[in-house]
């Protein structure tokens, strides 16, 4: 027989059933092999106290409240099919005791880490409740269904904060990718801008060495017209000195 998934909630030896056996209803009975009695001659003992009756019919519905609680196992080998139930026996201190170092035994062997996320750690205790969920019941029904309950509501919790997680971290992601992006064009446009400033520096430089050379151009420009003007003048000058000259030698006879 091949043995389920070892757990920390205590579980009754598996029984086999055939593949006829009406499973639709969880809530029936657990099926119970009791030994062959051996034929006894002795008289048969009075019916039961209406106080041993309710006593019994108690336990049957502690035992169908358990059931529901914690449903049974099943799994197949080859073609029987195996369930296992929940132990319906009463624990004592001891058992309290076993459970805590079983626990601890297995959060070393299964190297679960001590703080942050853990699955390990978080099955290992999610099997710790249950199996204290199973004592409780056995001794009062209400109790157990109290914390189921509370189980309830504390895997609902986890189940939101999970999910608040896993969409805190896609969008985390979905962020970092879309920065990523804005990354790389930003730093596209940063270096489209060196090149069109590099361009404009150029560009500057040969304006203003095309405008060097104009003002060159033109004070050399300005400095030859200037020399030619006081030329001119000079020329000019020279020859209106000798024009009166010229003038007076021809006034100064007729006196």
Request: charge should be positive; glycine fraction near 2%.
């Amino acid at each position: 027989m091949i043995s389920p998934t070892e757990s920390l909630l205590k579980y009754d030896n598996p029984v086999s059933i055939s593949k006829s056996t009406d499973r639709k209803s969880p809530k029936g009975r657990p099926l119970k092999v009791s030994p062959q009695q051996p034929v006894d001659s002795t008289p048969v003992p009075p019916p039961p106290k209406p106080r041993a009756a309710s006593t019994d019919n108690t336990k049957h519905e502690n035992e169908e409240i358990l059931n529901a609680i914690l449903p049974p196992r099943e799994w197949m080998e080859g073609t029987k099919l195996w369930v296992q139930k929940v132990s319906s026996t009463p624990c004592t201190r001891t058992d309290v005791v076993h459970l805590e170092e079983l626990l601890d035994t297995k959060l070393q062997q299964r190297q679960a880490r001590e703080t942050g996320i853990c699955p390990v750690r978080r099955e290992l205790y999610s099997q710790c409740f249950d199996e204290l969920i199973r004592q409780v019941t056995i001794n009062c029904a209400e109790r157990g269904l109290l914390l189921l309950r509370v189980r309830n509501e504390i895997q609902m919790t986890m189940a939101a904060y999970q999910t608040l997680y896993e969409s805190s971290v896609a969008f985390g992601i979905r962020k970092a990718l879309q920065a990523e992006q804005g990354k790389t064009d930003m730093e596209k446009r940063i270096s489209d801008l060196e090149n069109e400033k590099h361009d404009l520096k150029k560009q500057l430089n040969e304006q203003k060495a095309k405008c060097e050379a104009i003002e060159k151009r033109e004070k050399e420009r300005q400095h030859e017209e200037a020399k030619k003007h006081m030329e001119e003048v000079q020329f000019l000058k020279t020859t209106n000195q000798q024009l009166k000259a010229q003038l007076e030698g021809i006034v100064a006879p007729k006196k």
